[in-house]
């Protein structure tokens, strides 16, 4: 499973869809839609979108690997 946090320079669709394409990667099963804003409000935002996934994660047994920017 690929989430995707939708913040950063991979928030414009562009630059998103390019670094997807240039790592070969599928499109993400998931994007938390994190927007722009302060970097504390990022992170908090990230965190709380990505708990109920890596919850969800844990229980179908999947793994997970986190690619920071």
């Not at 690929?2 to 991979?10: I, N, Y």
């Not at 599928?26 to 970097?39: A, E, K, R, Y």
């Given at each position: 499973m690929?989430?995707?946090?939708?913040?950063?320079?991979?928030y414009d669709?562009?630059?998103?869809d390019l670094f997807i394409q240039q790592l070969g990667l599928?499109?993400?099963?998931?994007?938390?839609?994190?927007?722009?804003?302060?970097?504390a409000r990022q992170m908090s935002q990230t965190m709380a979108r990505f708990g109920p996934v890596a919850a969800e994660m844990q229980r179908r047994r999947h793994c997970t690997i986190a690619i920071p920017r």
């Open positions: 690929l989430h995707h946090t939708g913040h950063g320079q991979r669709t562009n630059m998103s599928p499109q993400p099963d998931i994007n938390l839609g994190v927007g722009s804003s302060s970097h």
